[in-house]
């Protein structure tokens, strides 16, 4: 028998060369000299070896009529976007859970650009993560839609397309993580920001339409890197995560996609000797909070969202004995730990993403409650903070809470889910304090008469000091609790492997929830 390749298959290995990097020297050059890499090395960082199934890639923009066919094959490659499925982990998390679909922009290929077969590709991706339950993984950078597929004859604006419902329709069903490095404007930039968690590069610009359509739009002329730059949309939270570069970016991607695969079999537990002293002696001073999340969990699981942006709620995933847990702490350095309107509603957007995905939850709390205040007011403080109440009373996942120390008023109720019964176990350091208000304002409101009897400003001040112990001494965790306002006063050196039972024992008991899912809000 000959060894000789027929020609069939000889037209089809170069078909299929034409769409890489080797055959695409011109483009990859480019990409390189701006710092960046190029569509395909960031799909084989990604992705594990030897698991990658490519949908499409023969697939060229549907520009057949006016320009040549051969040219099409390599500078429209794919139509601009790399389709497939994938395992991604699979080294790590159990077997049958590594499976996930990919869809990485090419923007090598017309400014990564939407056309009509770009839009096919997608379709059938989020058809198949429908239907399989694949998480998602997107790199959206590109310009958004095409206009120049003069192919298609059969339409007029083009707004009949599924992929924005099909891929915004998987919320709360798929996981769905986005990356983005370079620009990324219109159509792309919904896609990015429907996704359940974002992740840009510094050497981002995110926009809902880039410098032609604003300029369009009589808004002006600007640079395209003007529009939506990554620290911008860092700081109003758009991007949960910003990263160094599109490496970094793949890295946190896998990463962050490892929680919504499941437990994994290594892990390192840190020292729990710290946390007896982790509080300041006097209840006035502040402390690093992140320094109490990373010796709870898991030696470095923890992976914070959108740390710059709601800074007085910290939310984050993490592991606990190998196992995912959605993380949420009051930040007593910021704003004293008072909730407000932006925590709220950060917080309230993280409880809906780990109860889509079954995500137990750990909650440790240190707040005088929510800002008050008339700035606050303006800000609609009351819709956003009791959106907390709504998504913290919704969940249906375990719930623990740990009251490090204050623990005050609504705030601290939306904490807790919404309430001291919501949580499976809620118990608190011995330095926990309670109360209906923070006690500085319970006993100027509930001491008033008194107080304003006194004329002399230093009885004054002794009475107020005597009437403020007495109410701590009322409100202290090891009172609160023999009152039943919640479960146990612990050991600090006690509460991770508390933490661990209590859920442990709360999933046993969980019944499994079908096909019920709960969307997952872009804010």
């Given at each position: 028998m000959s060894d000789k390749l027929r020609e069939e298959l000889l037209a089809l290995q170069q078909r299929i060369a034409n769409t890489e990097d080797r055959v695409r020297a011109g483009a990859a050059a480019k990409r390189h000299a701006r710092g960046y890499r190029t569509a395909r090395e960031n799909l084989r960082d990604l992705v594990d070896p030897e698991s990658f199934i490519e949908y499409g890639q023969l697939a060229v923009a549907a520009q057949r009529n006016r320009r040549d066919y051969e040219d099409l094959q390599t500078s429209t490659a794919a139509d601009g976007v790399i389709t497939g499925t994938c395992t991604i982990n699979a080294d790590k998390v159990a077997d049958g859970r590594a499976e996930a679909a990919v869809m990485i922009c090419d923007y090598s290929v017309l400014a990564g650009t939407?056309?009509?077969?770009?839009?096919?590709?997608?379709?059938?991706?989020?058809?198949?993560?429908?239907?399989?339950?694949?998480?998602?993984?997107?790199?959206?950078?590109?310009?958004?839609?095409?206009?120049?597929?003069?192919?298609?004859?059969?339409?007029?604006?083009?707004l009949n397309v599924e992929s924005f419902a099909s891929w915004a329709g998987l919320s709360g069903l798929v996981p769905r993580i986005a990356v983005n490095n370079g620009y990324c404007f219109a159509g792309n930039a919904v896609l990015f920001g429907c996704a359940d968690i974002t992740i840009a590069t510094r050497q981002s610009w995110i926009g809902m339409a880039g410098p032609a359509m604003i300029e369009g739009g009589g808004l002006g002329s600007f640079h395209p890197s003007e529009i939506g730059p990554a620290e911008v949309q860092h700081t109003n939270g758009v991007l949960d995560l910003l990263a160094e570069d599109e490496a970094d970016a793949t890295r946190l991607a896998r990463k962050l996609l490892g929680?919504?695969?499941?437990?994994?079999?290594?892990?390192?537990?840190?020292?729990?000797?710290?946390?007896?002293?982790?509080?300041?002696?006097?209840?006035?001073?502040?402390?690093?909070?992140?320094?109490?999340?990373?010796?709870?969990?898991?030696?470095?699981?923890?992976?914070?969202?959108?740390?710059?942006?709601?800074?007085?709620?910290?939310?984050?995933?993490?592991?606990?004995?190998?196992?995912?847990?959605?993380?949420?702490?009051?930040?007593?350095?910021?704003?004293?730990?008072?909730?407000?309107?932006?925590?709220?509603?950060?917080?309230?957007?993280?409880?809906?993403?780990?109860?889509?995905?079954?995500?137990?939850v750990v909650s440790l709390t240190d707040t005088p409650g929510f800002m008050v205040g008339i700035d606050s007011e303006r800000g609609g403080a009351v819709r956003k903070m009791s959106r907390l109440m709504v998504a913290g009373a919704s969940i249906t996942v375990p719930l623990v809470n740990i009251i490090l120390r204050k623990a005050y008023g609504l705030g601290a109720m939306a904490m807790a889910g919404g309430g001291f019964t919501k949580?499976?176990?809620?118990?608190?350091?011995?330095?926990?304090?309670?109360?209906?208000?923070?006690?500085?304002?319970?006993?100027?409101?509930?001491?008033?008469?008194?107080?304003?009897?006194?004329?002399?400003?230093?009885?004054?001040?002794?009475?107020?000091?005597?009437?403020?112990?007495?109410?701590?001494?009322?409100?202290?965790?090891?009172?609160?609790?023999?009152f039943l306002e919640f479960d146990a006063v612990i050991d600090p050196i006690e509460t991770r492997a508390v933490i661990i039972r209590a859920l442990d024992s709360a999933m046993a008991r969980q019944l499994p929830r079908g096909q019920r899912r709960n969307m997952v809000d872009v804010w």
């Amino acid at each position: 028998m000959s060894d000789k390749l027929r020609e069939e298959l000889l037209a089809l290995q170069q078909r299929i060369a034409n769409t890489e990097d080797r055959v695409r020297a011109g483009a990859a050059a480019k990409r390189h000299a701006r710092g960046y890499r190029t569509a395909r090395e960031n799909l084989r960082d990604l992705v594990d070896p030897e698991s990658f199934i490519e949908y499409g890639q023969l697939a060229v923009a549907a520009q057949r009529n006016r320009r040549d066919y051969e040219d099409l094959q390599t500078s429209t490659a794919a139509d601009g976007v790399i389709t497939g499925t994938c395992t991604i982990n699979a080294d790590k998390v159990a077997d049958g859970r590594a499976e996930a679909a990919v869809m990485i922009c090419d923007y090598s290929v017309l400014a990564g650009t939407q056309g009509y077969f770009h839009h096919r590709k997608l379709d059938r991706m989020c058809e198949l993560a429908r239907k399989s339950r694949l998480p998602m993984v997107m790199y959206t950078e590109g310009g958004g839609g095409r206009p120049g597929d003069t192919d298609v004859a059969t339409s007029i604006a083009g707004l009949n397309v599924e992929s924005f419902a099909s891929w915004a329709g998987l919320s709360g069903l798929v996981p769905r993580i986005a990356v983005n490095n370079g620009y990324c404007f219109a159509g792309n930039a919904v896609l990015f920001g429907c996704a359940d968690i974002t992740i840009a590069t510094r050497q981002s610009w995110i926009g809902m339409a880039g410098p032609a359509m604003i300029e369009g739009g009589g808004l002006g002329s600007f640079h395209p890197s003007e529009i939506g730059p990554a620290e911008v949309q860092h700081t109003n939270g758009v991007l949960d995560l910003l990263a160094e570069d599109e490496a970094d970016a793949t890295r946190l991607a896998r990463k962050l996609l490892g929680y919504f695969q499941g437990p994994v079999q290594h892990w390192r537990a840190p020292s729990q000797q710290g946390l007896r002293q982790a509080l300041p002696e006097d209840r006035r001073f502040g402390y690093k909070v992140r320094t109490i999340i990373d010796t709870l969990v898991d030696e470095e699981s923890f992976v914070e969202l959108r740390r710059v942006y709601g800074r007085s709620i910290i939310t984050g995933l993490a592991r606990l004995g190998g196992k995912p847990i959605g993380l949420f702490a009051n930040d007593c350095q910021q704003l004293g730990g008072a909730i407000d309107s932006q925590a709220a509603a950060k917080a309230a957007r993280f409880l809906q993403l780990c109860d889509a995905f079954e995500l137990p939850v750990v909650s440790l709390t240190d707040t005088p409650g929510f800002m008050v205040g008339i700035d606050s007011e303006r800000g609609g403080a009351v819709r956003k903070m009791s959106r907390l109440m709504v998504a913290g009373a919704s969940i249906t996942v375990p719930l623990v809470n740990i009251i490090l120390r204050k623990a005050y008023g609504l705030g601290a109720m939306a904490m807790a889910g919404g309430g001291f019964t919501k949580p499976v176990y809620i118990a608190a350091w011995p330095t926990g304090e309670c109360g209906g208000m923070g006690l500085e304002g319970a006993v100027q409101l509930g001491f008033k008469k008194e107080l304003a009897a006194v004329r002399d400003p230093a009885e004054k001040q002794q009475l107020f000091d005597q009437l403020l112990q007495m109410m701590y001494d009322k409100g202290k965790a090891t009172e609160a609790a023999a009152f039943l306002e919640f479960d146990a006063v612990i050991d600090p050196i006690e509460t991770r492997a508390v933490i661990i039972r209590a859920l442990d024992s709360a999933m046993a008991r969980q019944l499994p929830r079908g096909q019920r899912r709960n969307m997952v809000d872009v804010w």
